[in-house]
């Protein structure tokens, strides 16, 4: 079905606009948008395991084919830009729904905890880089910046839709080491170096957040601590940086 | 030295801020500017062999102690916000000048070399990572983001004071090859996978722009192809993520 709108007052065009700036709206609707062509094509090609696309918004010069079969919106340009979250849109944006899933807790494989993780641009690229690496999920634990955020889902190049993203609280986890994973985080001091160290096949990987670090609670549960081998001139790494090398490390080394 | 001005129009405060929004003024100075304690703190407690600080500018209300030998400009609050290029100023920046140095070409060592690199903070962390992990250098090549840019220094948390950074010229990028250097391109497909490759000694890493991987000319002169092997899932990895898993790799593997 396509349907157009001219008035930028329109009911719909207000929520949509919410949609990309308000994180109220889009847990209320529990739909998030997703903009730019090269996820949303991702998205079209191949079949995403944990999210639908509800509908397409497009500006009226848009002219790449779409599929009939998806509910379409066509904006005048001026209007289209007054949803858009980008500079130079491209005149395409998705809203899409996540799937109704079990919520239950890892009993096997590789994750990355991310600990009050703050930035949008680290959240995206992590979940691109665990999606990349092949880790099976990423858990947010605290206060992290919210994953349906537009900067997050633009930063993860349409990788989002093949990832699992979930919120884990201390219960949670702490059942999860019980279940015989190891909490193994990273740290910019005394941890065993990275590359003379050894993972199991139940791994949670925790990333602290970008000011503080990993915070104490999980200092004291962790069963491992790894450290990066850095020189002196150097302090710290990015959190995204930090967290990919030690995923893809931890994927390809020892084979 | 210790100064006050206190007019947003004195000819001083128009330089710094044209320092901050414009490559013609740092380059015709030969000056730029760091802004944030944190970087500024590192360049005053461990010398630069690379820079100078040539002055320090804070606002009215900074108070933490400062080195009394270095030339301090102090600013009304609402003057520094004028200068300052970030969102939250903390009330200190600095005007830096480079050492002049012989710009000699490589002779041993593993060199991260940027091929039309265009974003700032993906040129900043890719720094911050080349002198965590130790590399020896990053080669600018082509048309790159410019190295002074406020928004490339921020992103190297202090590290380009410890960082060789240069533009090398086709020709003598050609004349490095031929003292015995592999050039190594990394790339989405068919390459050597990075995890099974060994270096040699003299190694050049060649990271893509964004938009469009390494250009031609340098892929056709490779002497090494390297692919991070992902998930079908993940088309690719961020350039800085993806530089930074090599030069890592490369520096920590095989001890």
Excluded at 159 to 183: H, M, R, Y
Aim: glycine share 6%.
């Amino acid at each position: 079905m396509i349907r157009e709108i001219t008035s930028s007052t329109n009911p719909q065009i207000k929520h949509l606009r919410a949609l990309s700036s308000s994180k109220k709206a889009r847990q209320e609707s529990d739909t998030f948008i997703i903009e730019g062509w090269r996820g949303i094509q991702t998205l079209l090609d191949h079949k995403s395991p944990y999210y639908n696309i509800e509908q397409l918004v497009i500006s009226k010069d848009w002219n790449k084919p779409l599929p009939q079969t998806i509910d379409t919106l066509v904006l005048p340009a001026h209007v289209f830009e007054k949803i858009s979250d980008v500079r130079n849109a491209q005149g395409i944006l998705a809203v899409v729904s996540p799937i109704e899933m079990e919520h239950t807790l890892p009993t096997t494989g590789k994750f990355l905890l991310l600990d009050n993780l703050r930035d949008p641009g680290n959240l995206g690229t992590l979940i691109r880089s665990a999606v990349g690496s092949g880790f099976d999920g990423v858990l947010l634990y605290g206060d992290c910046v919210e994953p349906f955020n537009p900067k997050v889902i633009r930063s993860t190049m349409g990788t989002f839709a093949f990832s699992k993203v979930w919120n884990i609280t201390p219960p949670e986890l702490f059942q999860t080491l019980e279940n015989g994973f190891d909490l193994c985080v990273t740290t910019g001091l005394d941890g065993e170096n990275l590359y003379d160290a050894a993972f199991s096949d139940k791994t949670i990987l925790v990333i602290g957040s970008e000011a503080h670090g990993v915070s104490e609670e999980l200092s004291e549960r962790a069963t491992k601590k790894i450290t990066i081998p850095l020189q002196p001139e150097c302090e710290s790494l990015n959190a995204a940086i930090a967290g990919s090398i030690c995923m893809f490390h931890m994927q390809n080394s020892h084979r």
